[in-house]
């Protein structure tokens, strides 16, 4: 089992960054795929970026391509996501995810993920 609890959420004027950052708990972080998830007011929660347990792969939404870096540290128990030329459809509460490694879900789905942080509100304004 592992808890996951974010951090770096905040205001930000479009165009800016932000840096989130998820502690995990527990010995078993390596093991764990990890991954970033928002959800907008009014909308459902949507998949960001996904890393395998090394951290030698790494997966993106098409909408925050190119902008957004996930990374993990397994000697540090966390997980990272920088995020770069935000816009305001970025405005979401971010959460992170921890999944397991073989799974017949894939690394955008839900339901890969058995264990939730409790997210952190990033808001960009215009």
């Known amino acids: 089992q592992v808890q996951l609890v974010e951090s770096g959420g905040g205001l930000v004027q479009a165009g800016g960054s932000l840096r989130l950052s998820c502690a995990a708990s527990?010995?078993?972080?390596?093991?764990?795929?990890m991954g970033w998830f928002r959800q907008a007011p009014g909308k459902e929660r949507e998949f960001v970026a996904a890393?395998?347990?090394?951290?030698?792969?790494?997966y993106y939404a098409d909408s925050v391509k190119g902008r957004f870096t996930i990374s993990r540290d397994n000697a540090e128990n966390t997980l990272s996501l920088q995020m770069n030329s935000l816009k305001l459809e970025d405005t979401a509460v971010y959460y992170c995810?921890?999944?397991?490694?073989?799974?017949?879900?894939?690394?955008?789905?839900?339901?890969?993920?058995?264990?939730w942080g409790q997210g952190t509100q990033v808001t960009v304004s215009s």
């Open positions: 527990g010995r078993t972080f390596s093991s764990y795929v």
């Open positions: 890393i395998n347990r090394s951290g030698g792969s790494t």
């Open positions: 995810a921890a999944g397991a490694s073989y799974t017949v879900f894939t690394y955008d789905s839900e339901r890969r993920y058995a264990y």
